[in-house]
Protein backbone atom coordinates (compact mmCIF):
# COMPACT_ATOMS: atom_id res chain seq x y z
CA UNK A 1 0.00 0.00 0.00
CA UNK A 2 1.21 3.49 -1.15
CA UNK A 3 2.08 5.58 1.50
CA UNK A 4 -0.92 8.34 1.32
CA UNK A 5 -3.35 5.28 2.67
CA UNK A 6 -0.79 4.07 4.94
CA UNK A 7 -1.02 7.64 6.62
CA UNK A 8 -5.11 7.76 5.78
CA UNK A 9 -5.71 4.49 7.21
CA UNK A 10 -5.49 5.40 11.36
CA UNK A 11 -7.27 8.82 10.12
CA UNK A 12 -9.83 6.90 8.59
CA UNK A 13 -10.57 4.77 11.73
CA UNK A 14 -10.09 7.23 14.10
CA UNK A 15 -13.31 9.30 12.11
CA UNK A 16 -15.29 6.14 12.04
CA UNK A 17 -14.55 5.58 15.95
CA UNK A 18 -15.58 9.42 16.54
CA UNK A 19 -18.75 8.59 14.50
CA UNK A 20 -19.44 5.27 16.09
CA UNK A 21 -18.50 2.90 13.31
CA UNK A 22 -16.38 -0.23 13.67
CA UNK A 23 -14.74 -2.24 11.44
CA UNK A 24 -16.37 -5.66 11.31
CA UNK A 25 -15.27 -8.99 9.01
CA UNK A 26 -18.21 -11.61 9.07
CA UNK A 27 -17.69 -14.98 7.89
CA UNK A 28 -20.81 -15.61 5.41
CA UNK A 29 -19.87 -19.54 4.67
CA UNK A 30 -16.59 -21.02 5.07
CA UNK A 31 -14.39 -19.79 2.62
CA UNK A 32 -16.07 -16.37 2.20
CA UNK A 33 -15.74 -13.62 4.70
CA UNK A 34 -17.13 -9.88 3.42
CA UNK A 35 -15.60 -6.84 5.36
CA UNK A 36 -18.70 -4.31 6.41
CA UNK A 37 -17.81 -1.11 8.46
CA UNK A 38 -21.32 -0.96 11.37
CA UNK A 39 -22.53 0.97 14.27
CA UNK A 40 -20.25 0.08 17.07
CA UNK A 41 -23.35 -0.63 19.16
CA UNK A 42 -24.79 -3.18 16.91
CA UNK A 43 -22.13 -5.93 17.46
CA UNK A 44 -22.10 -5.91 20.91
CA UNK A 45 -24.68 -8.70 22.51
CA UNK A 46 -25.78 -6.39 25.41
CA UNK A 47 -27.20 -4.14 23.45
CA UNK A 48 -30.41 -4.07 20.71
CA UNK A 49 -29.73 -2.38 17.70
CA UNK A 50 -29.84 1.26 16.71
CA UNK A 51 -33.15 2.67 16.37
CA UNK A 52 -32.21 4.59 13.47
CA UNK A 53 -32.88 3.65 9.89
CA UNK A 54 -30.30 0.92 8.79
CA UNK A 55 -28.98 2.09 5.48
CA UNK A 56 -26.67 0.23 3.03
CA UNK A 57 -24.52 1.44 0.96
CA UNK A 58 -22.48 -0.59 -2.04
CA UNK A 59 -19.75 1.01 -3.68
CA UNK A 60 -18.88 0.98 -6.86
CA UNK A 61 -15.50 -0.75 -9.08
CA UNK A 62 -12.84 1.22 -8.66
CA UNK A 63 -12.68 1.73 -4.80
CA UNK A 64 -13.38 0.26 -1.66
CA UNK A 65 -16.79 0.85 0.28
CA UNK A 66 -14.73 3.03 3.05
CA UNK A 67 -12.79 5.47 0.08
CA UNK A 68 -16.15 5.69 -1.75
CA UNK A 69 -18.53 6.50 0.82
CA UNK A 70 -16.43 8.25 3.61
CA UNK A 71 -18.04 12.05 3.32
CA UNK A 72 -21.38 10.40 3.51
CA UNK A 73 -20.61 8.20 6.75
CA UNK A 74 -19.43 11.35 8.17
CA UNK A 75 -22.72 13.16 6.86
CA UNK A 76 -25.40 10.77 7.41
CA UNK A 77 -24.40 8.76 10.46
CA UNK A 78 -26.35 10.95 13.33
CA UNK A 79 -29.51 9.78 11.35
CA UNK A 80 -28.56 6.69 10.48
CA UNK A 81 -27.72 3.24 11.31
CA UNK A 82 -24.88 3.07 7.86
CA UNK A 83 -23.82 -0.53 7.44
CA UNK A 84 -21.02 0.16 4.57
CA UNK A 85 -19.52 -3.38 3.10
CA UNK A 86 -16.66 -4.26 0.62
CA UNK A 87 -17.80 -6.54 -2.43
CA UNK A 88 -15.75 -9.51 -3.16
CA UNK A 89 -12.55 -9.03 -3.91
CA UNK A 90 -12.51 -5.27 -2.60
CA UNK A 91 -10.96 -4.49 0.51
CA UNK A 92 -10.51 -7.14 2.92
CA UNK A 93 -13.96 -9.31 1.23
CA UNK A 94 -12.69 -12.48 -0.61
CA UNK A 95 -14.32 -15.77 -1.48
CA UNK A 96 -13.48 -19.16 -2.66
CA UNK A 97 -16.54 -19.92 -4.54
CA UNK A 98 -16.05 -19.83 -8.62
CA UNK A 99 -18.88 -17.38 -9.25
CA UNK A 100 -18.58 -13.54 -10.38
CA UNK A 101 -21.84 -12.58 -10.59
CA UNK A 102 -23.62 -9.70 -9.37
CA UNK A 103 -26.10 -12.70 -7.80
CA UNK A 104 -22.92 -13.61 -5.90
CA UNK A 105 -22.24 -10.24 -4.30
CA UNK A 106 -26.32 -9.19 -3.80
CA UNK A 107 -26.41 -12.54 -2.02
CA UNK A 108 -23.39 -12.47 0.39
CA UNK A 109 -24.86 -9.21 1.02
CA UNK A 110 -28.17 -10.04 2.33
CA UNK A 111 -26.42 -12.89 4.08
CA UNK A 112 -23.88 -10.37 5.87
CA UNK A 113 -26.48 -7.90 6.48
CA UNK A 114 -28.80 -11.13 8.50
CA UNK A 115 -25.47 -12.25 10.25
CA UNK A 116 -25.48 -8.35 11.77
CA UNK A 117 -29.07 -8.49 12.95
CA UNK A 118 -30.53 -6.28 9.97
CA UNK A 119 -33.17 -8.05 8.15
CA UNK A 120 -34.96 -5.13 6.21
CA UNK A 121 -32.64 -1.94 5.35
CA UNK A 122 -33.15 1.50 2.35
CA UNK A 123 -29.79 0.53 0.26
CA UNK A 124 -27.42 3.06 -1.60
CA UNK A 125 -26.00 2.35 -4.81
CA UNK A 126 -23.05 3.39 -6.85
CA UNK A 127 -22.31 2.63 -10.35
CA UNK A 128 -21.48 -1.30 -10.48
CA UNK A 129 -22.39 -1.20 -6.35
CA UNK A 130 -26.11 0.00 -8.19
CA UNK A 131 -26.03 -3.02 -10.39
CA UNK A 132 -25.23 -4.95 -7.75
CA UNK A 133 -27.70 -3.31 -5.26
CA UNK A 134 -30.69 -3.88 -8.22
CA UNK A 135 -30.17 -7.61 -8.30
CA UNK A 136 -29.90 -7.74 -4.16
CA UNK A 137 -34.15 -6.12 -4.55
CA UNK A 138 -34.91 -8.63 -7.12
CA UNK A 139 -33.73 -11.65 -5.36
CA UNK A 140 -34.47 -10.09 -1.53
CA UNK A 141 -37.46 -7.82 -1.77
CA UNK A 142 -38.31 -7.97 1.55
CA UNK A 143 -35.08 -7.03 2.80
CA UNK A 144 -34.52 -3.78 0.78
CA UNK A 145 -37.24 -1.16 1.24
CA UNK A 146 -36.06 1.78 -1.07
CA UNK A 147 -33.33 3.03 -3.08
CA UNK A 148 -31.35 5.57 -4.08
CA UNK A 149 -29.15 4.73 -7.11
CA UNK A 150 -26.50 6.69 -8.71
CA UNK A 151 -24.74 6.23 -12.32
CA UNK A 152 -26.12 2.88 -12.24
CA UNK A 153 -28.34 0.96 -14.51
CA UNK A 154 -29.98 -2.26 -13.76
CA UNK A 155 -28.16 -4.45 -16.12
CA UNK A 156 -25.12 -4.11 -18.38
CA UNK A 157 -26.08 -5.83 -21.62
CA UNK A 158 -23.82 -6.01 -24.51
CA UNK A 159 -25.02 -3.18 -26.48
CA UNK A 160 -25.07 -1.12 -23.80
CA UNK A 161 -21.44 -1.86 -22.91
CA UNK A 162 -20.19 -1.64 -26.76
CA UNK A 163 -21.92 2.12 -26.73
CA UNK A 164 -20.03 3.20 -23.28
CA UNK A 165 -16.48 2.14 -23.78
CA UNK A 166 -17.00 3.63 -27.62
CA UNK A 167 -17.90 6.60 -25.92
CA UNK A 168 -14.79 7.02 -23.09
CA UNK A 169 -12.29 5.40 -26.07
CA UNK A 170 -11.69 1.82 -24.71
CA UNK A 171 -12.16 -1.60 -26.30
CA UNK A 172 -12.82 -3.76 -22.93
CA UNK A 173 -13.59 -2.46 -19.08
CA UNK A 174 -10.86 -4.34 -17.28
CA UNK A 175 -8.36 -1.74 -19.27
CA UNK A 176 -10.78 1.65 -18.02
CA UNK A 177 -11.17 0.47 -14.86
CA UNK A 178 -8.24 -1.61 -13.67
CA UNK A 179 -5.16 0.45 -15.14
CA UNK A 180 -1.81 -0.66 -14.98
CA UNK A 181 -0.16 2.59 -15.18
CA UNK A 182 -0.23 5.79 -13.62
CA UNK A 183 -1.16 7.03 -16.25
CA UNK A 184 -4.15 5.18 -16.43
CA UNK A 185 -5.17 5.99 -12.88
CA UNK A 186 -5.00 9.52 -13.76
CA UNK A 187 -7.64 8.83 -17.05
CA UNK A 188 -9.88 6.91 -15.04
CA UNK A 189 -10.32 9.34 -12.04
CA UNK A 190 -10.45 12.35 -14.81
CA UNK A 191 -13.59 10.48 -16.58
CA UNK A 192 -15.37 9.28 -13.49
CA UNK A 193 -14.92 12.78 -11.93
CA UNK A 194 -17.10 15.91 -12.19
CA UNK A 195 -13.87 18.97 -11.93
CA UNK A 196 -11.23 16.41 -10.72
CA UNK A 197 -9.41 18.67 -8.37
CA UNK A 198 -5.12 19.14 -8.84
CA UNK A 199 -3.75 16.14 -6.95
CA UNK A 200 0.13 15.12 -6.45
CA UNK A 201 1.90 12.66 -8.94
CA UNK A 202 2.66 10.68 -5.32
CA UNK A 203 -1.27 10.31 -4.80
CA UNK A 204 -1.83 8.78 -8.25
CA UNK A 205 1.06 6.54 -7.66
CA UNK A 206 -0.31 5.18 -4.17
CA UNK A 207 -4.06 5.06 -5.40
CA UNK A 208 -2.51 2.85 -8.01
CA UNK A 209 -0.41 0.45 -5.48
CA UNK A 210 -3.90 0.78 -2.66
CA UNK A 211 -6.75 -0.08 -5.00
CA UNK A 212 -5.78 -2.38 -7.71
CA UNK A 213 -5.59 -5.46 -5.69
CA UNK A 214 -7.19 -9.32 -6.76
CA UNK A 215 -6.91 -8.13 -11.01
CA UNK A 216 -7.42 -11.92 -11.97
CA UNK A 217 -10.46 -12.01 -9.64
CA UNK A 218 -11.86 -8.19 -10.24
CA UNK A 219 -11.41 -9.14 -14.36
CA UNK A 220 -13.81 -11.95 -13.90
CA UNK A 221 -16.15 -9.87 -11.77
CA UNK A 222 -16.26 -7.61 -15.56
CA UNK A 223 -16.08 -10.25 -17.68
CA UNK A 224 -19.48 -11.79 -16.07
CA UNK A 225 -21.26 -8.10 -15.71
CA UNK A 226 -21.68 -7.77 -19.42
CA UNK A 227 -25.22 -9.99 -20.56
CA UNK A 228 -25.65 -11.12 -23.97
CA UNK A 229 -28.84 -8.89 -25.52
CA UNK A 230 -30.69 -12.17 -26.21
CA UNK A 231 -30.59 -12.94 -22.50
CA UNK A 232 -30.97 -9.48 -20.89
CA UNK A 233 -34.26 -8.89 -19.41
CA UNK A 234 -36.55 -7.48 -21.96
CA UNK A 235 -38.58 -5.72 -19.63
CA UNK A 236 -37.28 -4.17 -16.27
CA UNK A 237 -37.89 -6.42 -13.18
CA UNK A 238 -41.03 -4.91 -11.35
CA UNK A 239 -39.66 -3.60 -8.36
CA UNK A 240 -41.93 -2.94 -5.55
CA UNK A 241 -39.42 -0.83 -3.62
CA UNK A 242 -39.51 3.07 -4.12
CA UNK A 243 -36.33 4.27 -6.00
CA UNK A 244 -34.69 7.86 -6.29
CA UNK A 245 -32.44 7.91 -9.25
CA UNK A 246 -29.97 11.01 -9.92
CA UNK A 247 -28.17 9.56 -13.11
CA UNK A 248 -28.88 12.59 -15.23
CA UNK A 249 -27.29 15.43 -13.71
CA UNK A 250 -24.51 16.63 -11.36
CA UNK A 251 -25.46 17.69 -7.70
CA UNK A 252 -22.81 18.55 -5.37
CA UNK A 253 -22.51 16.26 -2.07
CA UNK A 254 -24.03 18.40 0.40
CA UNK A 255 -27.47 18.19 -2.41
CA UNK A 256 -26.82 14.89 -2.73
CA UNK A 257 -26.92 14.33 1.27
CA UNK A 258 -29.57 16.35 1.72
CA UNK A 259 -31.92 14.68 -1.01
CA UNK A 260 -30.76 11.00 0.14
CA UNK A 261 -31.87 12.14 4.14
CA UNK A 262 -35.15 13.49 2.74
CA UNK A 263 -35.96 10.59 0.40
CA UNK A 264 -34.57 7.60 3.32
CA UNK A 265 -36.60 9.21 6.01
Known amino acids: MGNTFVILKP ?17 IEPGTSMHFWVPTKSI ?3 NKLSNKPPVLFVHGFVANGIMTWLFQILSLSSDFAVYVPDLLFFGDSITT ?10 ECLAKGMMKLGVEKFSLVGLSYGGMVG ?8 HMV ?12 TESISNASLKN ?9 LLPKTVSG ?3 LLSIGSHKLP ?12 AMFSNRKEKVELLEALVVNDKDATINAPNYSQEIQSNNNSYHSRKDNDETMMKFLN
Open 97 to 106: RPERSTSIQA
Open 44 to 46: HPN
Open 134 to 141: FKLAQMYP
Open 185 to 187: VKL
Open 168 to 176: IGFTNWPDF
Open 145 to 156: ESMVMSSTIIEM
Open 198 to 209: WLPEFFYKDFHE
Open 11 to 27: IIHGLMKAVGMTSQLVE
